[in-house]
């Protein structure tokens, strides 16, 4: 047995479509080329065809919609746009901040968690750069593969996501001479990029 609110529902829809035939006829009603009344047969024939073609044309343009905004939805971020750019437990926010606290935390000896923040602000650069996008279901080997036209880039990356993944998955704890080599890689890819965009400016 159907809900109330269901039969509820197709007693409106019936309503509102009955209402439509009864314009549509009164309107047909008085149109002929001849001049002369519509026989009712045709009146009822034409508002029936007229009525249906306007509730498909409706169910169409609902359906556009629907289209629409799942193609919207479906966008990288749209979701949840925080959790969509969020990396280990990290929010990325840009070059400057994530570098910042690598600096800081790498001061304080904590060079596992200032290897994590040099990863992501070596992301941010890249993206903020436009060389590539950030989404949270690529791999780092997704990213490798997008800068093989950059060599440069590439070998920095790679050497930082490198110590990245090993202290964070491979539970081998970054030392200072590493963390050093990861900062330097971070900052000729920071020099290449300049060279690049003064070249191309």
Same mark, same amino acid.
């Given at each position: 047995? @159907?809900?109330?609110?269901?039969?509820?529902? =197709?007693?409106?829809?019936?309503?509102?479509?009955?209402?439509?035939?009864?314009?549509?006829?009164?309107?047909?009603?008085?149109? $002929?080329?001849?001049?002369?009344?519509?026989?009712?047969? /045709?009146?009822?024939?034409? $508002?029936?065809?007229?009525?249906?073609? *306007?509730?498909?044309? +409706?169910?169409? @343009?609902?359906?556009?919609?629907?289209?629409?905004?799942?193609? %919207? /939805?479906?966008?990288?971020?749209?979701?949840?746009?925080? =959790? +969509?750019?969020?990396?280990?437990?990290? *929010?990325? #926010? $840009?070059?400057?901040?994530?570098?910042?606290?690598?600096?800081?935390?790498?001061?304080?000896?904590? *060079?596992?968690?200032? #290897?994590?923040? /040099?990863?992501?602000?070596?992301?941010? %650069?890249?993206?903020?750069?436009?060389? *590539?996008?950030?989404?949270?279901?690529?791999?780092?080997?997704?990213?490798?593969?997008?800068?093989?036209?950059?060599?440069?880039?590439?070998?920095?990356?790679?050497?930082?996501?490198?110590?990245?993944?090993?202290?964070?998955?491979?539970?081998?704890?970054?030392? @200072?001479?590493?963390?050093?080599?990861?900062?330097?890689?971070?900052?000729?890819?920071?020099?290449?990029?300049?060279?690049?965009?003064?070249?191309?400016?």
């Amino acid at each position: 047995m @159907a809900q109330p609110w269901i039969q509820s529902m =197709t007693q409106k829809w019936q309503a509102v479509f009955q209402h439509l035939l009864d314009n549509l006829r009164q309107g047909f009603s008085h149109f $002929s080329p001849t001049g002369e009344d519509l026989p009712p047969y /045709l009146i009822d024939i034409i $508002s029936t065809a007229a009525g249906l073609l *306007l509730v498909l044309l +409706a169910v169409f @343009a609902f359906y556009l919609m629907l289209s629409s905004l799942r193609r %919207l /939805l479906s966008r990288p971020g749209m979701h949840h746009p925080e =959790t +969509a750019r969020v990396v280990d437990g990290a *929010l990325l #926010v $840009s070059s400057a901040h994530h570098r910042a606290e690598a600096n800081r935390l790498g001061q304080a000896g904590q *060079l596992d968690a200032a #290897v994590r923040e /040099l990863y992501l602000a070596m992301l941010c %650069l890249l993206e903020e750069q436009g060389i *590539l996008r950030f989404e949270a279901t690529r791999s780092n080997a997704d990213y490798q593969y997008t800068l093989h036209h950059h060599p440069a880039l590439l070998q920095s990356f790679s050497e930082i996501a490198g110590a990245f993944e090993s202290s964070r998955y491979g539970a081998r704890h970054i030392d @200072a001479g590493h963390y050093q080599t990861c900062e330097v890689r971070y900052q000729q890819a920071s020099e290449s990029i300049t060279y690049r965009n003064n070249s191309h400016g």
